[in-house]
């Protein structure tokens, strides 16, 4: 206690000579006005957050990613290396083995995606709040970690609120009169990273249902700008592009916005010409199996479009033949590559701020999952209002299988329903 004392800075306003009881049962205990400098609400100017001094680090490392745990064999070929290349050619061995797996998932099938995106879930949860933990661990406040999990599995679909309901009142059994804004700020932490990861992972699940491509052509947009933003920076970078990241620059984030576009805009038409990945995934009651087979919808149909005169000049094209998603892969690249990448500026904040390198060292030169996915939380967001917005609409294999799923009472009221109809509209004879 009194190492923690001498590391917080003073003890605050109020520990100096009294002597005396507190005027307050609320008043803060020492260990909480610690916690409150290492959370960096203690009132400290803007650019301390930079300064690496002892004082402000947590007792415990806050992260591991400093271990090297490069494989030996990739340690012994790249001896020799200066540092820059050796990390150069360490992250690309790695980018190559990820995408190569990523191929692989998406061979096996939908149902193996939806796993991933789960154990990624669950993955990304634990970095986060292994930081939280290990912050705070010193104060032994009871539950955290235990009512962490649990909430992380009560907020999952498949489980019911009122699981959720009990966690939040083993919450509120579980304050400690020392401890209640440390244990609040936990909480806090808890429900944000619920919001960020959960969340978002069950939108990745919606995309997929939507067909593969939904889930295929964003993920691979984020990892082609990420990439593509390293490359062109690696060998090209001079100027600075912000201050939470000083080794990204302007000329790796225009180099990868003009690279994942071309790259999303191709992509979508050798994705757009199987069913295989434009069929929403649906589920089979004959089989008790997931399905991908439809007619395709209209913007997985070719279309000729009319250029417009500046271009049909300078080309000497007057039209072109596009699939529609084409188009709409222009959009979503766009965002990957403009918007998206904010998402890894955030994540960049949020570990200057504990001062970390990365959320984990899982993985060799790119540090944990959650480092390789701050984007494609942001990315499925938006793809999912995109979907909404602008693409999901009545869909014949859906209403199909659902009519499949009703009573035969219940279809037969809706066949003599939509015979009606139709009669009225003249589109099927007359009864005699």
Same mark, same amino acid.
């Given at each position: 206690?009194?190492? &923690?004392?001498?590391?917080?800075?003073?003890?605050?306003?109020?520990?100096?000579?009294?002597?005396?009881?507190?005027?307050?049962?609320?008043?803060?205990?020492?260990?909480?006005?610690?916690?409150?400098?290492?959370?960096?609400?203690?009132?400290?100017?803007?650019?301390?957050?930079?300064?690496?001094?002892?004082?402000?680090?947590?007792?415990?490392?806050?992260?591991? /990613?400093?271990?090297?745990?490069?494989?030996?064999?990739?340690?012994?070929?790249?001896?020799?290396?200066?540092?820059?290349?050796?990390?150069?050619?360490?992250?690309?061995?790695?980018?190559?083995?990820?995408?190569?797996?990523?191929?692989?998932?998406?061979?096996?099938?939908?149902?193996?995606?939806?796993?991933?995106?789960? $154990?990624?879930?669950?993955?990304?949860?634990? %970095?986060?709040?292994?930081?939280?933990?290990?912050?705070?661990?010193?104060?032994?406040?009871?539950?955290?970690?235990?009512?962490?999990?649990?909430?992380?599995?009560?907020?999952?679909?498949?489980?019911?609120?009122?699981?959720?309901?009990?966690?939040?009142?083993?919450?509120?059994?579980?304050?400690?009169?020392?401890?209640?804004?440390?244990?609040?700020?936990?909480?806090?932490?808890?429900? *944000?990273?619920?919001?960020?990861?959960?969340?978002?992972?069950?939108? *990745?699940?919606?995309?997929?249902? %939507?067909?593969?491509?939904?889930?295929?052509?964003?993920?691979?947009?984020?990892?082609?700008?990420?990439?593509?933003?390293?490359?062109?920076?690696?060998?090209?970078?001079?100027?600075?592009?912000?201050?939470?990241?000083?080794?990204?620059?302007?000329? $790796?984030?225009?180099?990868?916005?003009?690279?994942?576009?071309?790259?999303?805009?191709?992509?979508?038409?050798?994705?757009?010409?199987?069913?295989?990945? *434009?069929?929403?995934?649906?589920?089979?009651?004959?089989?008790?199996?997931?399905?991908?087979?439809?007619?395709?919808?209209?913007?997985? *149909?070719?279309?000729?479009?009319?250029?417009?005169?500046?271009?049909?000049?300078? &080309?000497?094209?007057?039209?072109?033949?596009?699939?529609?998603?084409?188009?709409?892969?222009?959009?979503?690249?766009?965002?990957?590559?403009?918007?998206?990448?904010?998402?890894?500026?955030?994540?960049?904040?949020?570990?200057?701020?504990?001062?970390?390198?990365?959320? /984990?060292?899982?993985?060799?030169?790119?540090?944990?999952?959650?480092?390789?996915?701050?984007?494609?939380?942001?990315?499925?967001?938006?793809?999912?209002?995109?979907?909404?917005?602008?693409?999901?609409?009545?869909?014949?294999?859906?209403?199909?299988?659902?009519?499949?799923?009703?009573?035969? %009472?219940?279809?037969?009221?809706?066949?003599?329903?939509?015979?009606?109809? &139709?009669?009225?509209?003249?589109?099927?004879?007359?009864?005699?």
């Amino acid at each position: 206690m009194t190492e &923690l004392r001498k590391r917080g800075g003073g003890g605050g306003d109020g520990g100096g000579g009294g002597g005396g009881e507190p005027d307050s049962t609320d008043n803060i205990s020492d260990k909480e006005a610690d916690g409150d400098d290492r959370l960096g609400l203690s009132g400290d100017a803007e650019g301390e957050c930079d300064v690496d001094s002892k004082a402000d680090t947590p007792d415990v490392p806050l992260s591991t /990613a400093d271990t090297d745990n490069t494989p030996q064999c990739l340690n012994k070929a790249l001896e020799g290396l200066p540092p820059r290349w050796k990390n150069y050619w360490i992250r690309g061995v790695l980018s190559l083995a990820m995408i190569s797996g990523f191929f692989l998932i998406i061979f096996m099938g939908p149902v193996t995606l939806i796993f991933v995106v789960m $154990g990624v879930q669950i993955k990304c949860f634990q %970095e986060i709040i292994t930081i939280g933990y290990r912050v705070y661990h010193s104060y032994e406040l009871p539950w955290f970690r235990t009512l962490s999990w649990y909430f992380l599995i009560c907020v999952n679909y498949f489980i019911s609120f009122a699981l959720y309901l009990a966690g939040f009142c083993m919450f509120v059994l579980s304050l400690v009169k020392k401890h209640y804004r440390l244990q609040f700020y936990m909480f806090a932490w808890t429900h *944000v990273t619920l919001l960020i990861v959960v969340t978002q992972s069950h939108l *990745v699940i919606q995309n997929l249902f %939507e067909g593969m491509i939904w889930f295929i052509v964003p993920i691979s947009i984020v990892i082609c700008n990420d990439i593509m933003a390293y490359l062109f920076g690696f060998f090209f970078g001079r100027t600075p592009l912000i201050k939470l990241s000083p080794k990204k620059t302007w000329e $790796g984030f225009i180099g990868g916005f003009f690279s994942t576009v071309v790259f999303g805009f191709i992509l979508a038409y050798l994705l757009s010409q199987f069913q295989y990945f *434009v069929c929403p995934v649906g589920f089979n009651s004959d089989t008790n199996g997931f399905t991908v087979e439809c007619e395709p919808s209209e913007i997985f *149909v070719m279309h000729e479009y009319t250029l417009p005169a500046v271009i049909q000049n300078t &080309l000497r094209w007057k039209t072109v033949t596009l699939y529609p998603f084409q188009i709409h892969s222009i959009f979503l690249s766009s965002f990957g590559s403009l918007i998206g990448p904010f998402g890894g500026f955030f994540a960049s904040g949020f570990k200057r701020a504990f001062k970390i390198k990365d959320f /984990a060292s899982t993985i060799p030169g790119h540090g944990g999952i959650m480092d390789r996915f701050d984007c494609q939380y942001l990315m499925a967001t938006f793809t999912h209002v995109y979907i909404a917005s602008f693409i999901r609409g009545p869909n014949p294999s859906k209403v199909l299988q659902q009519l499949l799923m009703l009573q035969p %009472e219940q279809q037969l009221g809706i066949f003599h329903t939509l015979h009606s109809h &139709l009669r009225e509209r003249g589109m099927l004879p007359p009864a005699e």
